[in-house]
């Protein structure tokens, strides 16, 4: 693999966009890799379920549309030309139980919408997210709803760049308990060899009433084959209204299985630097992911163990299922 795609792929592993690479997840069922039992299993289940694709299409259509109209607005004609065809809203919506130790009730739905613009000729996106911590993104409700990180509150956000390829972007927006918020970005890669490479980011903002803040990122990705790929991920939180840090570290085996299943086992800590620096939690975990049914449905089994200082560092054992749809114009 050359160092290129060692890049993309990294990035591709924490970036916005629902995008599905063939080495850690699996792929459509309708590209030439999938064999013709896949295939012949694909078109029994279009008669079956074909309510469904019908509701996806549909979804996605719906959601187009409005884009559209939204994109109009800033044209300086009436005419729908051919850019305002390209106007797309993609996205994903997960829908989750997670019943672990004397929390048997525990749910979770997460979305994430990302709006193109091509009469902004693709600068400027409209952003809408659950959780405004992109880096958490397949976190358990439990180890990412305390009280060390309060970012799990819905945002929206219009997000503004240079370039399309920029490494810099902007934001502003709303989010975490009703403020509003500006905030700078860099992102960037670098290959060290082709099977070696690091992804770093930093960033800034401000929030009305939490103030400024500040996260520094970088994660080290090694790939042993085609099928394995093991990443290590270290992130640090600057919270100007506590004026402490919040840490975290985890390490993460990447294997794909075939065209349709794979696991990721994750282990994580996290913890703050005030009073001093301490542990507030520790989670480890092994996910099931698979898209046998269609290439924009996903179904996910994740069994973990999850330690908390809130709960003096009992041993929770749980189990997390998900149901995850994807829609946009490349689904």
Not at 273 to 298: C, H, K, Q
């Amino acid at each position: 693999m050359s160092c290129i795609s060692t890049i993309c792929y990294a990035v591709m592993l924490i970036s916005l966009e629902p995008q599905i690479d063939t080495r850690t997840l699996p792929v459509n069922t309708n590209t030439a890799v999938t064999s013709l039992k896949a295939e012949k299993t694909s078109s029994s289940l279009n008669q079956h379920n074909e309510w469904f694709d019908v509701w996806q299409r549909s979804f996605t259509d719906s959601m187009d549309f409005t884009v559209r109209q939204l994109d109009s607005l800033f044209r300086s004609d009436d005419a729908h030309s051919y850019n305002n065809e390209k106007a797309r809203a993609e996205g994903r919506i997960q829908f989750a139980w997670e019943p672990r130790d004397g929390m048997l009730t525990d749910t979770d739905v997460r979305f994430r919408i990302r709006v193109k613009l091509p009469a902004l000729e693709d600068k400027v996106d409209l952003l809408l997210s659950d959780n405004e911590d992109e880096t958490q993104d397949n976190t358990i409700r439990a180890a990412r709803n305390t009280d060390n990180n309060d970012r799990d509150q819905a945002t929206i956000a219009l997000r503004f760049r240079p370039e399309q390829d920029s490494h810099y972007s902007f934001r502003v927006g709303a989010g975490r308990r009703d403020q509003l918020y500006v905030r700078g970005r860099y992102r960037d890669a670098t290959a060290f060899t082709d099977k070696l490479s690091a992804l770093y980011d930093s960033e800034l903002y401000y929030y009305s009433r939490d103030r400024l803040g500040a996260e520094v990122g970088l994660a080290i990705q090694y790939d042993i084959d085609r099928k394995h790929l093991i990443r290590q991920n270290n992130r640090l939180y600057f919270r100007d209204d506590t004026n402490d840090w919040l840490w975290r570290h985890e390490i993460n085996h990447l294997y794909a299985i075939d065209d349709q299943n794979a696991i990721v086992s994750r282990a994580m800590v996290e913890g703050l630097s005030r009073p001093n620096y301490r542990i507030e939690e520790v989670y480890a975990g092994i996910r099931w992911r698979n898209n046998t049914l269609r290439d924009w449905l996903f179904f996910e089994v994740e069994p973990f163990v999850l330690w908390l200082r809130d709960e003096d560092f009992n041993t929770s054992f749980g189990i997390a299922m998900r149901v995850e749809v994807y829609y946009g114009h490349n689904r």
